[in-house]
């Protein structure tokens, strides 16, 4: 058995080690964890992550969560290609720096349009819209802060060329995106670093890699969504009550 | 001119890089900016790091901010100790692994107790995330192991303890009932020195007393928005 993967496409940290395990050829075996339907919470999988959360890396015994620590360690590991995660101290530096920022300002900000819109309505809860309202300032400063501090006038949000920091960064924006949220509208050197950033990986990486998430709204309006476990209603009500 | 690091003993990621520089011997000058009064939010700070946050480190041209990269940097740079951040591929894994987790469970979290006159409804909801982030810190991380991320001492032992000083600051007994996860504390702090602790944690450890005797500055009009936007992102 070699690499397992165990992801949900629905999530941007599972998608930022798919597709930076697909563009480097890394040979995973990939395993759906279904987080709508609470398979992350389940007694199996809690057995092999007892955090319950995705993605989850298994190298042999070596049980590896965080999608930070999977992207460095995966590169490392399978020595990609140097821009990924340079190995130039300052150049590396530029890349922990985004990713320590990235954690505090973009994650649990752009996911919440998914619970606003989708997550809290399945299983009937409604965000106030004061919170929802908070969580558009919220993204909108921080995507000020994206372009002008980590993008400025270079190509990419950590150097000249592409790094890990751009895939964390893409998947996060692609959650509201998918959601309807135009966060790429009057943002014009934002749009010019994604259309970089896609033209990198890839037309094709891209659309297998966000087919799922680009489909949700449509699949929440046909009710096909599936029904969450008991044990993921209760993760779910906590994860809804720490919406600021 | 070395190295700057620009910091307030205030906070908790600044004191993580204080003592890990002093430890190490890291020659570095320091630049005290006060986050009660915000000078991080003032026009020479700003140009400094223009998200006027703390620790920001400056070494000539080369401006660094968020504490885990400057910890990484400086462990790196000055090849410290290998257990801080190990060279093998699986240990340095569990430092990062670590990180993630911690800026996500343990950041926002433990500092939120010194924010005052919050509605106790967030203060219950904020103990009990306390409560949870502290069962898997003993539970996932420590285990039956010495420390967070291996055997040895690591830069996720010091994230860690000095996020857990802020509330113990503020009188949450955090260690009360946690035998694993207060010897975890104690092997830390035996392992830093009781000096070094001491520096590093006397402004926090006094703060309570300094708002008691209203010897606290009052905040910059930059600050006090800032502190209100801060306040309104506790969930």
Not at 216 to 236: C, F, N, V
Request: proline share 6%; net charge negative; hydrophobic share 45%.
């Amino acid at each position: 058995m070699g690499l397992e993967l165990f992801l949900d496409l629905v999530s941007q940290p599972s998608r930022a080690v798919y597709i930076s395990a697909k563009k480097n050829g890394i040979p995973l075996e990939l395993r759906t964890v279904d987080l709508v339907k609470g398979q992350h919470k389940s007694k199996e999988f809690l057995q092999i992550n007892s955090l319950g959360k995705l993605p989850t890396l298994k190298d042999g015994d070596f049980i590896l969560t965080e999608s930070s620590a999977i992207l460095i360690y995966l590169s490392c590991k399978y020595q990609t290609p140097d821009h990924w995660y340079p190995s130039d101290l300052q150049a590396r530096a530029r890349v922990h720096e985004y990713l320590g920022w990235h954690a505090d300002c973009i994650r649990g900000t752009f996911g919440i349009p998914l619970w606003v819109q989708v997550l809290g309505p399945l299983i009937g809860v409604q965000v106030p819209e004061e919170k929802v309202e908070r969580n558009r300032t919220a993204m909108d400063q921080a995507l000020q802060w994206l372009e002008d501090k980590f993008l400025g006038d270079r190509p990419f949000l950590a150097g000249q060329q592409v790094t890990l920091a751009d895939l964390m960064a893409l998947e996060e924006l692609m959650q509201p995106v998918a959601l309807g949220y135009e966060l790429f509208e009057g943002r014009p050197r934002l749009a010019a670093w994604r259309g970089r950033v896609e033209a990198f990986l890839g037309a094709e990486l891209c659309q297998e890699a966000h087919s799922i998430i680009l489909s949700i709204l449509e699949q929440a309006a046909k009710k096909t969504l599936p029904t969450p476990s008991p044990e993921a209603y209760q993760a779910m009500l906590l994860r809804i009550a720490r919406i600021p």
